[in-house]
């Protein structure tokens, strides 16, 4: 994850221990730095705990978990990871908008997240064409409340579609992201060009 007013990120070399040390994590860690200051000169003396990545501004990342800032740096070394072991298989722990694992090669990949709605998309990506050229208000309400009442009413990739794509920063229903004219007088649609986004991420899905 990427928090809000993280500075610098460390991807440790290894992997953290728990238990006093008997027990290392069963995932890559990472160290993340939250601070206004300037932490180069301490960053030189920690280059021994792994690669450090420093934000050019302060990460305002709405979609929770999103890696897609910092995909650039993270793809190199699990792909490094990847090559060096002529690993076959790839399972991504929190694929969330798919930032990373669309971007690895790999015989087999898997990727994983606690959102069924979320997956639930990402196993219907051939409906995506199907799905309208607008959510209007009304609409996005309607799903809402389906999804709010468990009512069955809409399956649960559509859920998923108008639940992400159709929302502001990609926050699952956190509000209806439309038509909007911004601060620079330019026109945007956000759920059009969400909708295009995952469409040009197809081919590397399969």
């Keep these: ?27 890559p860690s990472e160290v ?20 450090w ?3 050019k501004e302060w990460c305002e990342i709405k979609y ?11 793809v190199p070394i699990i792909q490094s990871y990847i090559d060096k072991t002529d690993a076959n298989f790839y399972l991504e722990p929190f694929i969330g908008g798919a930032n990373v694992i669309d971007k690895i090669s790999c015989k087999r990949k898997i990727g994983y997240d606690i959102n069924h709605y979320l997956i639930e998309l990402f196993k ?9 050229d607008d959510i209007s208000k009304q609409e996005y309400s309607d799903v809402r409340k389906s999804w709010q009442d468990q009512d069955g009413k809409y399956p649960d990739w559509y859920i ?4 992400f794509l159709a929302s ?27 909708k295009r986004n995952l469409l040009s991420q197809l081919p590397q899905l399969d």
């Design 1 to 27: 994850y990427v928090f809000a007013h993280a500075k610098y990120i460390c991807f440790v070399r290894g992997r953290l221990k728990f238990n006093d040390g008997a027990d290392p994590a069963p995932f």
């Design 53 to 55: 990545i420093k934000l």
């Design 64 to 74: 929770v978990g999103s890696k897609s800032r910092i995909a650039k740096h993270i």
């Design 124 to 132: 219907h990506l051939d409906m995506i064409d199907e799905l309208p």
């Design 32 to 51: 993340v730095v939250f601070t206004q200051d300037n932490f180069d000169k301490e960053i030189k003396g920690l280059s021994d705990l792994g690669f």
């Design 168 to 194: 502001y920063n990609g926050k699952f229903f956190g509000g209806r992201a439309g038509i909007v004219k911004t601060k620079i007088g330019t026109i945007r649609n956000y759920y059009d060009e969400a």
């Design 160 to 163: 998923g579609a108008v639940g």
